[in-house]
Nanobody
Framework: QVQLVESGGGLVQTGGSLRLSCTAS????????MAWFRQAPGKEREFAAA????????YYADAVKGRFTISRDNSKNTVYLQMNSLKPEDTAVYYC?????????????????WGQGTQVTVSS
């Protein structure tokens, strides 16, 4: 069983930055594929960024590429999402996700563990 706890959300102005954290327990993140998703009001949950298991590369949704960076600290068993140049359309609940089967990917149904979410609101 994997538990994920997100933190770091909040209210920020357009152009500002936030760093989200996702701390895992129950398994080490190095044994998992990790990702961030987000869900805006009235919309489906969408992929933002991922750190595949065993990979040195990361990948991003086009909407956040160049502005968001996913990283991890294995010693803290924590995954981060650094968000820069934030826009009002980035407003959403952000979820950390883990895939114990290590397939990873951009589809939410690949991931079997989810955090509770953290709200990010970008004001114009």
């Amino acid at each position: 069983q994997v538990q994920l706890v997100e933190s770091g959300g909040g209210l920020v102005q357009t152009g500002g930055s936030l760093r989200l954290s996702c701390t895992a327990s129950g398994r080490t993140i190095s044994s998992l594929s990790m990702a961030w998703f987000r869900q805006a009001p009235g919309k489906e949950r969408e992929f933002a960024a991922a750190f595949p298991w065993g990979a040195a590369y990361t990948y991003y949704a086009d909407a956040v590429k160049g502005r968001f960076t996913i990283s991890r600290d294995n010693s803290k068993n924590t995954v981060y999402l650094q968000m820069n140049s934030l826009k009002p359309e980035d407003t959403a609940v952000y979820y950390c996700a883990a895939d114990s089967t290590r397939r990873g990917g951009r589809q939410s149904n690949t991931y079997d563990y989810w955090g509770q979410g953290t709200q990010v609101t970008v004001s114009s």
